[in-house]
Structure formats: structure tokens, C-alpha cells
């Protein structure tokens, strides 16, 4: 039936859709209307065959040959199983062929058709009916019973919340312990140094007294103490108690909340689809033997001031140079946005958050800005130290490698915002981390793993710690090279947790331990600014040649 019709319509023609039908062409199975009779019969290319629409039935409806527009098919090839018109049989190509009445197949078939639709009507829908009324009722518990569920999961937070409440409550009593024990040891300190200060300020005014009074005897019965002042009170030092978060561990503290079942879903023959809640793990990508550049984005910066790059997404990358503006390029190397920093000064290096909006220090106002919607606001102003290089964290926070004013230090400084969250800066035995003076590139990585991973120039090593900031390793290059120093300048992570690190004309791979696995050469004329987009695309900012590369390593 015509999809605009229903039983209570009138039917209407099959070509023009406005006139009520009269007849019925067999051939071309349509219905036509007075008006629409003619137009049809004057296409002489077939042999219409009209008749009154009811007497349709009267006239078997044989089916059109798909070979022979202008034939019908009266007879079936059954070893072909298909409808044959007479032009077909006498073509040869069905020689041999048993063949059958058209109709009489069609009366067989239609037997078959009535017993199936027999089944479906009185066995089958039904039971599909039944079982979608039992989901509909299923669904309708679902609420109740996930509410339930819910309800256990809050609970169980809220005595978790306790507990960790507690253990907070019990570190900030003890921290205002020591710091009670803190001031009354410099309180002591004081009232010793003070006392001496008394006696030194008598003795003065006895001498004074002698001096002036030009008395023999008083001159000659003094005695001198200043040797005994000259030792100075002792200084009491008390060593600051430091805060050493732990790494949480989330499958330890996943099995503390409690556990929930995957949702399993069976069907009555036992197949089972897998939870929607299942996460896979990162797919393996092994190296590739031969790297290969895939893009190359010429920048505009002059030859030696391109020195960073981070991505944006997979096509498009910030860059910055040796003067004050920062500059956003597609792979065809189209500027697509340039912004100059807030002071005139240049950045030092850049980073993008996980928000898209993009990070830059600034070393001469000891500065971190943040740009969101091409708006500069200054989120981090230090005293005491200056900022030199950024990263983003998978937890969003800032890593930022900073040297003192009198580069006499350097630390790395985690920021959640504008707070300082940690600071990283001596080993377990107190001797600095990272190198101070000289060579200050220090660019830096978080790896998947979420060890700190810093290119410290000055040091030729690659210096990596684990999220607490405990030294994991050292590494200074590869033992067989021994034609040159090595000198690590930009670094970055990929999803494997291998570390890649630029040195000269090459780029080394690491695994999350250390251990060396290949070079990258790819031509590269000095190599400097490191990033990986989400696919683990390598993007590399070449200072000979100003130029970004993108390179497939994986």
C-alpha cells in the first residue's frame, strides 16, 4: 500500500498521486487513472497490458524479466531458481534446464508463506510480546534496585571521608607540635643570647666607668672577658619537617571502597556481552625500524630562534621563539593565531593545559601566564626565583623548572593553580637534584607512569623522579657514543611511558627505566623543543632550520 494511504483513503493513481484509480497495468505493476492511462501506453518500448484495477486479480501477476524490460515471466528455472520469460528459454542459456509453471511454483511457495505466517501470528509474536512486557516490567525496578546501590556507595564514602578527616586532623596536630617544640627551642636560643647581651652591655659600663674615673687601683684589678665572648652563644637549628605525600595507589584503594561486578549481560543460550564499564589498556605500538617525517611546518622565526613547540591536536601546534611572539600554525604551515606576551618580554617556554588554552613563563618578570580566549592573565608571580620551563600534567597541574635570582639553584615546582603543591630540589641525602650555573636548559616531561622527567643540559643527563620526587635514575646517554658530550635539550612522553629526549642531530628513545632502545635521525639539524599529540606523533622544533617536523616513530 502507497505509504500516504490507509484502508479508509481513497486510492489514488501511481503517477499522478491526485486522481482516484480505474486500472491496473500487469506489466508494470502500477496503478493508473483515467487521464494517466494514455501517457502510459505511449511508450511503445514495452507491451503494456491495462486492465480495469478489479479485475487485477483475475490475470496472474507474473513478475517482470530483470533481463527483458518488455517480457514477463511465465515459467521457473529450477536449477537456477529464478523467474524466466520465453525469450529467455530460447536464448539457450537455461538448455538443459528443468522448468516449471510460473504459477504452480507460486502456489507451492504461497502454501509455505501461509504456514509461516501462521507460526508467526499464533507462536512466535507472541512470545516476543511476553517478552517485551517482561523487560518493560524489569525496567521499571531498575530505579528502586540502582538506588539502592547508590545509596551503599555514598555510605561507604562517607565513613571513608571520616577516616581520612581523622588522619588529616592527626598530621596537622602533630605539625602544630613541632612548630610549638619549633618556638620554644628559638625562644630558649633567644633568652641565652639575650642574657649575654646583658652582661656584655655591664661590662661596657664598667669599663666606661674605669676609663673615666682614671683609677689606679680599679685599672689594675680588672680583668678582661672578651675572650670569653668571643665564643658566641651556640645557634640552635631546627631542621624543618617536610610533608612526603604517598602515590595512591587507586587499585588498593578501589578494593578498600569495596567491589562491584562488572554488568554482565547473558542471553538464554549463555552468550555473555562484555561490561560497558571494561577498560582496555593502551594497545602496544612497537617501534618502528625507520622513522619517517610526515609533515614539515615552516614557522617564520629567523635561523636559531626556534626553540619550542606543543600541541594543540594532532594538525595544529603553538610555537615560540626568540622574540616575544607566540605563534599557532596548522600542518600546512597557515598562521592561525600569534599573541605577544603581556610584558614585551620573550616567553621561555610554553605549554597547552588539558583545557586547550596555553601556558608561558616569562623569565625577566618571574612569571607564569596563562592565555585562555587570547586574554593573558598572570596566574604565578615568584620572588626569590625565576621560571624557565613548563609542562602540563595528566592531573592538569603546572611543572616548572626555576633557577634562584642568584643561579646559584634549581628546583622543579608543582602547581595546582596558583598553589604550590610540591617542591623538588635535593636527594635523599641532601645533594641537589639538578645542575645550577651554566647550561639552564632544564626542559620537562610527565610520563604516563608520572615520574618528573628533566633535560638537564648542565648536567648532560636526563634526570627522572617518581611523583613524590624520589630519584628513580640518571640517564647520560648512550655508553657506546663517545664522540661527543651528551647534551639533552627539549623532552616529552608518549602513551607508551617512553621518554625521548633531543641531543645534536638525534633524538633518543628510553623506556620508563632508562634503558636506551633507539635512535631518531630522520635529518634533523638541530633538534630542540620536543612534543607527542595524542596519537604519538612526534613534533620537533629544529633551531638550524626554524622549521616543526611531525615524525612517526611507533
Given amino acids: ?42 511508450d511503445l518500448s514495452k507491451d503494456h497490458k491495462v486492465v480495469p484495477f478489479l479485475r487485477r486479480k483475475a490475470t496472474p501477476n507474473y513478475p517482470k524479466c530483470l533481463k527483458h524490460a518488455d517480457k514477463h515471466c511465465e515459467l ?88 581520612i578527616t581523622g588522619i588529616v586532623n592527626q598530621r596537622k596536630s602533630a605539625i602544630t607540635e613541632m612548630k610549638t617544640k ?32 682614671n683609677d689606679v687601683s680599679l685599672t689594675s684589678t680588672y680583668k678582661s672577658r672578651n675572650s670569653e665572648f668571643r665564643t658566641l652563644p651556640p645557634k640552635v637549628r631546627v631542621t624543618l619537617p617536610s610533608f612526603s605525600p604517598q602515590k595512591i595507589n587507586k587499585d588498593q584503594l578501589n578494593e578498600m571502597f569495596g567491589s562491584l561486578p562488572p554488568l554482565s549481560i547473558n542471553t538464554e543460550h549463555g552468550d555473555t556481552m562484555k561490561s560497558a564499564e571494561a577498560v582496555s589498556s593502551p594497545p602496544v605500538k612497537p617501534l618502528l625500524d625507520e622513522p619517517r617525517v610526515t609533515a614539515t611546518i615552516d614557522t617564520g622565526y629567523s635561523r636559531y ?22 605563534k599557532l600554525f596548522n600542518l600546512q604551515s597557515k598562521l592561525l593565531t600569534s599573541i605577544q606576551t603581556k610584558s614585551g618580554n620573550r616567553p621561555d617556554d610554553i605549554a597547552v593545559t ?40 595528566a592531573g592538569n597541574d603546572l611543572l616548572v623548572t626555576m633557577i634562584s635570582d642568584d643561579e646559584t639553584q634549581s628546583k622543579v615546582v608543582r602547581y595546582s593553580g596558583s598553589t604550590e603543591k610540591q617542591s623538588i630540589q635535593f636527594d635523599d641525602q641532601g645533594r641537589p637534584l639538578y645542575s645550577s650555573g651554566g647550561y639552564n636548559y632544564k626542559y620537562l616531561s610527565e610520563n604516563k607512569n608520572l615520574d618528573i622527567c628533566v633535560a638537564d643540559c648542565g648536567a648532560s643527563a636526563v634526570v627522572v623522579v617518581n611523583q613524590s620526587g624520589k630519584l628513580r635514575f640518571r640517564y647520560t646517554g648512550h655508553p657506546s657514543n663517545t664522540e661527543q658530550s651528551f647534551k639533552p635539550f627539549g623532552i616529552t612522553t608518549d602513551s607508551q611511558s617512553h621518554i625521548l629526549t633531543a641531543d645534536y642531530h638525534r633524538i633518543h628513545i628510553l623506556d620508563q627505566d632508562g634503558q636506551f632502545l633507539r635512535y631518531i635521525h630522520c635529518h634533523l639539524r638541530r633538534p630542540w623543543g620536543l612534543c607527542v599529540d595524542i596519537r604519538d606523533n612526534l613534533f620537533v622544533a629544529e633551531r638550524h632550520t626554524a622549521k616543526v617536523k611531525k615524525i612517526q616513530y611507533l
Fill in 182 to 213: 619549633h618556638l620554644d627551642a628559638l625562644k630558649k636560643n633567644t633568652d641565652e643570647i639575650t642574657q649575654k647581651m646583658a652582661e656584655l652591655k655591664q661590662i661596657m659600663s664598667d669599663l666606661k666607668s674605669i676609663l673615666k674615673s
Fill in 305 to 326: 630562534e626556534l626553540t619550542s613547540v606543543s600541541c594543540l591536536s594532532e594538525d595544529q601546534v603553538w610555537t615560540r621563539g626568540a622574540n616575544n611572539t607566540m
Fill in 354 to 393: 588539558r583545557d586547550g588554552d596555553l601556558v608561558y613563563t616569562d623569565y625577566h618578570d618571574n612569571t607564569i601566564n596563562l592565555i585562555k580566549n587570547k586574554q593573558i592573565q598572570t596566574v604565578i608571580t615568584l620572588q626569590g626565583w625565576r621560571p624557565r620551563y613548563v609542562c602540563c600534567t
Fill in 1 to 42: 500500500m502507497h505509504p500516504r494511504r490507509s484502508a479508509q483513503e481513497v486510492l489514488l493513481c501511481d503517477l499522478c498521486e491526485t486522481v482516484p484509480l480505474q486500472s491496473h497495468c500487469e506489466l508494470c505493476n502500477i496503478n493508473l487513472c483515467k487521464a494517466c492511462v494514455g501517457e502510459h501506453l505511449s
Fill in 76 to 163: 521457473h528455472c529450477e536449477e537456477c531458481n529464478i523467474p524466466v520469460c520465453i525469450t529467455c528459454v530460447s536464448s539457450g542459456k537455461h538448455k538443459g534446464h528443468d522448468m516449471s509453471d510460473i504459477l504452480e511454483k507460486l502456489s507451492a511457495n504461497t502454501e509455505s508463506l501461509q504456514k509461516d505466517l501462521e507460526e508467526l501470528e499464533k507462536r512466535i509474536y507472541p512470545r516476543y510480546e511476553k517478552m517485551a512486557s517482561n523487560v518493560q516490567t524489569e525496567k521499571a525496578e531498575l530505579e528502586t534496585k540502582y538506588g539502592k546501590l547508590t545509596t551503599a556507595a555514598d555510605q561507604q564514602g562517607e565513613i571513608l571521608h571520616r577516616e
